[in-house]
C-alpha cells in the first residue's frame, strides 16, 4: 500500500511562503495598531471635553462637544459654514502663493549665492524680528481694511520660516557630497538639481510645516477686525452674541485645518524622502 495515503493531509501552500504570509499578517495587525495608537489620544481629549463639560469642571460657559457637533452640523446644511470657510481658504491660499515662493527664492539665492547672502540675509533677519502680527495696523493704514492687507500680511508671515529652512538646508549638505559630484563632472546646475536640493530637501520641508502653521495663526488674527466674511467673522459675530458652541466649533475647524495641512505635507515628505533612512522611534 502506497504511504502517500497514511499520511496526514498538508497545506497547499508551499512550505516558505508560511512564514512570509504570516509575516504579512503581522504587519497589517501592527499597522492598525499603530493607526488606533494615533488617533487614541485625540479621541481621549474629546471624551474628556464631553464628559468635562457635562459635568461642570470646564467652567458654565463650555459647552459639551455634542452640542458643537450639532452647531455645526446645522451650520453646514445651511451652507453657512462652507461659504464663510471658502472665504478663509482663499485669502490663505493666496498669501501663501505670494509668500512660499518668495521665501524659497530668496532662500535659495542666500544659500547658492555669497553675495546673495551678503545682500539678502541682514535686512531678512532684521524684519524676521519684527511680529509681524502686530502689523496689523500699519498693514491696514498702507492697504486700507480690504482683503490686499489680510492677505499681505498672511505672505510675510510665511516667508521667514521658509527662507531660513532653505537657507540652513542647503548650507548644510555634506560638502564632501559636493566635491565628490564635481569629481565626477557634475555642472552647477546638475549639482543643485542633484546634489544640493536633495540634500537640502527635509529641511525644506520643515521650513513648509512651519509655514503653513504660521499661516493659519495669521488667519485667525487679520480676521478678527474689519471682516464681514471669513470664519473669523464668523467667531466674532458669536463672541458678541455670546453663543459659545458656535466660538468652540469655529476653534475646532481653525484646528482641523491646521492638522490637515501639517499631514499633507507629512506625506509628502514620505513620498519625496523615501530614500533617506533615518530613526525609526520604537
Keep these: 500500500m502506497s504511504t502517500d495515503l497514511l499520511d496526514p493531509p498538508r497545506s497547499s501552500l508551499p512550505e516558505a511562503t508560511l512564514p512570509a504570509a504570516a509575516g504579512r499578517s503581522g504587519a497589517v495587525v501592527l499597522s492598525l495598531l499603530r493607526r488606533v495608537r494615533k488617533v487614541s489620544g485625540l479621541a481621549l481629549v474629546l471624551v474628556l471635553w464631553e464628559v468635562g463639560a457635562r459635568a461642570g469642571w470646564l467652567g458654565s460657559t463650555t459647552p459639551p462637544l455634542s452640542d458643537v457637533a450639532a452647531r455645526g452640523w446645522d451650520m453646514a446644511a445651511s451652507g453657512e459654514l462652507f461659504e464663510n470657510l471658502g472665504v478663509s481658504l482663499l485669502r490663505v491660499l493666496k498669501g501663501l502663493s505670494i509668500g512660499l515662493p518668495l521665501g524659497l527664492v530668496l532662500g535659495l ?19 524676521r524680528m ?25 505672505a510675510v508671515g510665511v ?23 564635481r569629481t565626477c563632472g557634475l555642472g552647477r546646475l546638475g549639482l ?17 510645516r512651519l509655514s503653513l502653521g504660521v499661516a493659519w495663526l495669521t ?4 480676521e478678527q477686525s474689519a471682516t464681514a466674511s471669513g470664519i473669523g467673522f464668523v467667531i466674532n459675530q458669536a463672541t458678541q452674541f455670546l453663543q459659545m458652541d458656535t466660538v468652540f466649533l469655529v476653534l475646532v475647524v481653525y484646528a482641523l485645518l491646521g492638522v490637515s495641512t501639517d499631514l499633507l505635507v507629512r506625506l509628502i515628505e514620505r513620498r519625496a524622502l523615501a530614500w533617506r533612512r533615518g530613526l525609526v522611534a520604537r
Design 219 to 222: 488667519l485667525v488674527v487679520v
Design 159 to 181: 516667508v521667514f520660516p521658509l527662507y531660513i529652512n532653505v537657507f540652513h538646508g542647503i548650507r548644510g549638505v555634506d560638502e564632501r557630497l559636493v566635491e565628490s559630484a
Design 130 to 154: 519684527l511680529p509681524h502680527l502686530a502689523l496689523v495696523p500699519l498693514f491696514i493704514i498702507w492697504f486700507g481694511i480690504g482683503e490686499t492687507s489680510k492677505v499681505g500680511l498672511i
Design 109 to 127: 539665492l542666500s544659500g547658492l549665492f555669497r553675495i546673495s547672502e551678503d545682500v539678502v540675509d541682514a535686512p531678512l533677519q532684521a524684519l
Design 192 to 208: 543643485v538639481r542633484k546634489v544640493i536640493l536633495p540634500g537640502a530637501l527635509p529641511q525644506i520641508l520643515v521650513g513648509l
